[in-house]
Structure formats: C-alpha cells, structure tokens
C-alpha cells in the first residue's frame, strides 16, 4: 500500500513567491520521521528538512519550512521567496520500520516537479 | 562535511562486462544504501549495510553483488546486466537511530549507468 501520496506531479510559481508542495502520509507507527528532498536534473538527492513525529513544533531550515499537521497526516514543503534554482523534483519521504533496527529504510512519495519562471 | 561521493558519474556497459560502482562517506556514518532510481520515479532501496554487514536486500537479482570493505565504502559489483538495468544508482549514508541523532540519509551525486 502506498504509505507516502504526493498528489501534485507539477507546480508553477514564479520567482519571489511562495510555493507549497503536498505531501500526505499513511502509518500506525507512533514514532515515524519524514523528510523531503530535492533532486535537481544532475541526478543528486539534497536533503531539505526533516520532522519528528514527536516535535512539536514545524521544522525550518532557511527557505523551507514543513507544514505539519499530524493529525491529517500531511507534511506539506513552503518555499518561500522562490528561486530559479529551486527548480527541481521534490520527493517527500517518511522513515519505516521499528526504532531498534539502527537504521531505517526510507519509502518516497512520486514526487513533485517544480517549476520557477522568471 | 555532508559529503557522499560516488564514482564513476556516467558508466555505459555491455551485458557481458563486469563492472563496479564505488561510494565513499567520510561523515562516521555507519549505515549506508544503494538505491536504484528509473527516470520520473522515486528511488528504490537495493541493499542496506549496517556497522559493514548486509542488513536488508530487497530481494535484488544475483548480478548485483555488494560489498562494504570498510566503514567508509561500499562498492556494487555488476556482472551480466540488462538493458533494463539501465538507470540511476545512488548512494546514500546515515547516521544510527539509536545513536541519538538523527538518521538522515545523505545522497551521493549517483552513477548514471546505462547497460547496452
């Protein structure tokens, strides 16, 4: 079953706005993590921001910040002040599997393309 | 330093050769990936290491053998690929869970490996 929907396969802003990239998410786990990360065309995943289930409040990380609303079990990305670098795919992740493991096997949504005109 | 390197960027190869994708982390990761990614889809997981032993292999075909030397490298040998091998292979490493961090995976640049 799929576990992460990323429900828009392409978004169009233009550069100085914001834009905010869906992510919603299935599990019964109590401790889980999601994550998103951008893939420009050269092919390299560059991780953005990562939640923890248990904070509490909304992880940012400069630009992006993540939308979390646990109780819809959504993790939407904002971008504000939109790039033309910011153009790329966006994949949202969520970490799965139990906590003891020591590492965790990540399963990816379908992605988001990304698009900043000038 | 949150540095994966992978080499070599672009490899094209016939079915009969057998080749070797290289990744290197210098960050005291001691988990690390390989994902095999097709074009306009999400990565897939292959194999997972962890403290250099093989923890998961999501049941990927016998061509593909990989290899943790040390805690810094991990290597996919190829032999007797497909044409439907061909894709993205990307690297990635983290950090434990239980070492009281966060278990981000870092990714490599990837090898584009095309297989004629």
């Known amino acids: 079953a799929q576990k992460i929907t990323q429900t828009q396969p392409g978004m169009f802003v233009q550069e100085k706005e914001a834009v905010t990239l869906d992510c919603t998410y299935d599990t019964s786990d109590q401790s889980y993590g999601l994550f998103w990360y951008k893939q420009p065309s050269s092919g390299e995943m560059i991780f953005l921001i990562y939640q923890g289930s248990y904070d509490e409040q909304n992880a940012t990380e400069g630009r992006y910040s993540l939308n979390f609303q646990k109780a819809r079990k959504s993790a939407n990305l904002v971008i504000s002040a939109s790039q033309l670098g910011d153009s790329a795919m966006y994949f949202c992740?969520?970490?799965?599997?139990?906590?003891?493991?020591?590492?965790?096997?990540?399963?990816f949504g379908t992605g988001t393309r990304l698009l900043v005109s000038p | 330093d949150t540095e994966v390197t992978q080499t070599p960027k672009h490899l094209v190869m016939g079915m009969t050769n057998k080749k070797s994708l290289k990744c290197e982390q210098h960050?005291?990761?001691?988990?690390m990936y390989w994902y095999k990614q097709k074009a306009k889809k999400p990565p897939e997981l292959m194999f997972v290491y962890s403290y250099e032993k093989l923890s998961i292999n999501e049941s990927v075909p016998s061509r593909f053998s990989p290899e943790c030397p040390n805690s810094s490298l991990l290597n996919l040998h190829l032999h007797a690929l497909q044409p439907e091998d061909s894709a993205l292979y990307l690297c990635?490493?983290?950090?434990?869970?239980?070492?009281?961090?966060?278990?981000?995976?870092?990714f490599g640049p990837g090898t584009r490996l095309t297989v004629l």
């Open positions: 990635a490493s983290s950090h434990q869970l239980t070492s009281g961090v966060t278990d981000t995976q870092y």
């Open positions: 960050m005291g990761h001691r988990a």
């Open positions: 992740a969520m970490r799965e599997g139990p906590e003891n493991t020591g590492f965790q096997k990540l399963v």
